[in-house]
T-cell receptor
C-alpha cells in the first residue's frame, strides 16, 4: 500500500532532550516536506527536500533540522526541544515539487514540557 | 511569497444544503490548487484539485472553481452529509505549497 509512515504517533519529552521523528515513503517520491499544525494557524512548512541530499528551509525552520540521505526517508530532528515546539507534526511527500498532490503521514503529536 | 486566505473559518449548514468555501491567493505564478479534508485526529487527505489551465472540476458532490484573473478559487459541496463535517484546507502552489488557515465545516443532521 502506498503510504507515508511517521513514527512515533505521540511523544512527550522534556525541554532540551534531543529527539527525532522519522518519516518514510514507499512511493518513490522526489519531494518530501515537514509541516507543523497549530490551532488557527493552519499548516506551516518547516523544511522540505526536492531530492536526496537537497534540503531547504520552509517558513518556520528555527529549532529544527532535517536530512535526506535516502530518497524514502526524511527525519525531523529537534536538537534541543522547547515548549513552543509542542505541536502536531505532519510529514508529506509528492511525486514532484509543487504541482502534484501531497500525501500526508498520520501525524506526530509532540508535547515538550 | 504567496499568501493564501481562506474564508469562512467556520461554517455550519443543515444536512442536504450546499457549502461553499473560498480562497484567494496573491502569486499569479501559482498553478496548482488542491483541497484537503482533515477529520478530527487524522491526516489531511486530498479531495479534489485543479490546475490553472482549467476553470472548473467536479467529482460527484464536490466541485472546485478557479478564477485566475481574480486569483480566487472555491470549493463547493452539494447535498451535504454529516460525514462531510471536518476541517477543509485550500492550498496554492507553484513550486511550494501554501495553505489556507482552514474552514471547520459542521453539517447538522
Amino acid at each position: 500500500e502506498a503510504q507515508v509512515t511517521q513514527n512515533p504517533r505521540y511523544l512527550i519529552t522534556v525541554t532540551g532532550k534531543k529527539l527525532t521523528v522519522t518519516c518514510s515513503q514507499n512511493m518513490n517520491h522526489e519531494y518530501m516536506s515537514w509541516y507543523r499544525q497549530d490551532p488557527g494557524l493552519g499548516l506551516r512548512q518547516i523544511y522540505y527536500s526536492m531530492n536526496v541530499e537537497v534540503t531547504d528551509k520552509g517558513d518556520v525552520p528555527e529549532g529544527y533540522k532535517v536530512s535526506r540521505k535516502e530518497k524514502r526517508n526524511f527525519p525531523l530532528i529537534l536538537e534541543s526541544p522547547s515548549p513552543n515546539q509542542t505541536s502536531l507534526y505532519f510529514c508529506a511527500s509528492s511525486f514532484r515539487q509543487g504541482n502534484s498532490p501531497l500525501h500526508f503521514g498520520n501525524g506526530t503529536r509532540l508535547t515538550v514540557t | 511569497g504567496e499568501n493564501v486566505e481562506q474564508h469562512p473559518s467556520t461554517l455550519s449548514v443543515q444536512e442536504g444544503d450546499s457549502a461553499v468555501i473560498k480562497c484567494t491567493y496573491s502569486d499569479s505564478a501559482s498553478n496548482y490548487f488542491p483541497w484537503y479534508k482533515q477529520e478530527l485526529g487524522k491526516r489531511p487527505q486530498l479531495i479534489i484539485d485543479i490546475r490553472s489551465n482549467v476553470g472548473e472540476k467536479k467529482d460527484q458532490r464536490i466541485a472546485v472553481t478557479l478564477n485566475k484573473t481574480a486569483k480566487h478559487f472555491s470549493l463547493h459541496i452539494t447535498e451535504t452529509q454529516p460525514e462531510d463535517s471536518a476541517v477543509y484546507f485550500c492550498a496554492a502552489s507553484f513550486n511550494k505549497f501554501y495553505f489556507g488557515s482552514g474552514t471547520k465545516l459542521n453539517v447538522k443532521p
